[in-house]
């Protein structure tokens, strides 16, 4: 069964940067688009960023000119670059195809950023 698993989160001050993670077991990332989604509290869950297989990057507005997507192929790994971070930057964060596979979305890894 396939899994998602997401890492990296943590407590930052605004302007501060984080890494997270996200491996995948199974082949789910062999194809297609890959995303980060993020939840805020009492908000619905948004896309930040996604990439293709080939690199091809696309980007929230919230997201550009500071999130940088990227991802391992060979290690079925994905990663979500974020700097210049604000208050408005906390929720928890997820990792899924794009479009989302309904049934395999990870706990995600939670992202706080105080002022």
């Known amino acids: 069964q396939v899994q998602l698993v997401e890492s990296g989160g943590g407590l930052v001050q605004a302007g501060g940067s984080l890494t997270l993670s996200c491996a995948a077991s199974?082949?789910?990332?062999?194809?297609?688009?890959v995303g980060w989604y993020r939840q805020a509290p009492g908000k619905q869950r948004e896309l930040v960023a996604t990439?293709?297989?080939?690199?091809?990057?696309n980007y929230a507005d919230s997201a550009k000119g500071r999130f940088t997507i990227s991802r391992d192929n060979a290690k079925n790994l994905v990663y979500l670059r974020m700097n210049s971070l604000k208050p408005e930057d906390t929720a928890v964060y997820y990792c899924?195809?794009?479009?989302?596979?309904?049934?395999?979305w990870g706990k995600g890894t939670l992202v706080t950023v105080s002022s």
């Open positions: 990439i293709t297989r080939g690199g091809n990057t």
């Open positions: 899924n195809k794009d479009p989302p596979l309904p049934n395999y």
């Open positions: 199974g082949s789910i990332f062999s194809f297609g688009v």
